[in-house]
């Protein structure tokens, strides 16, 4: 079985360390956050898929990792479509990311259609995350 931790932690660091964005940015999975005051932000949540070996010796794990992207409501839809395109950009189909032996790999990237709540406006991008570790 795949530590699901070291995936998160993968993901987690590209979208920091690439300057995406900065990490008091993103409100993660579980933790508390205060968007007030904010004019972009990020919501991130985790959706496990499937856990399983494979035929080839291998172990894969399948994970959707959807981020928000947000604004304030009536702020610019721009900001959130640009944004968006970078992330998108930063998860495209195929890239690869390692951690230690788990090699993971964006199986998809899906814009979601915009979302307006009461005081935020967001884009959900989810990203298909397949995990893939050698059985030892």
Request: proline share 4%.
């Amino acid at each position: 079985m795949i530590d699901q931790v070291k995936i998160r932690q993968t993901i987690r660091a590209e979208i920091i360390t690439t300057g995406l964005i900065d990490a008091s940015e993103v409100a993660w999975q579980n933790v508390e956050f205060d968007p007030t005051g904010k004019t972009l932000w990020y919501r991130e949540t985790w959706y496990p898929i499937t856990d399983a070996p494979n035929t080839n010796a291998e172990d894969v794990t399948i994970e959707i990792c959807q981020l928000d992207i947000v604004v304030p409501k009536y702020d610019s839809v721009e900001a959130v479509e640009d944004e968006v395109k970078r992330v998108s950009d930063l998860f495209s189909w195929g890239t690869e990311f390692v951690n230690g032996t788990i090699r993971m790999v964006v199986d998809e990237n899906r814009r979601g259609r915009p979302v307006t709540g009461e005081k935020w406006y967001w884009i959900p991008l989810q990203l298909t995350i397949r995990a893939i570790d050698a059985i030892t």
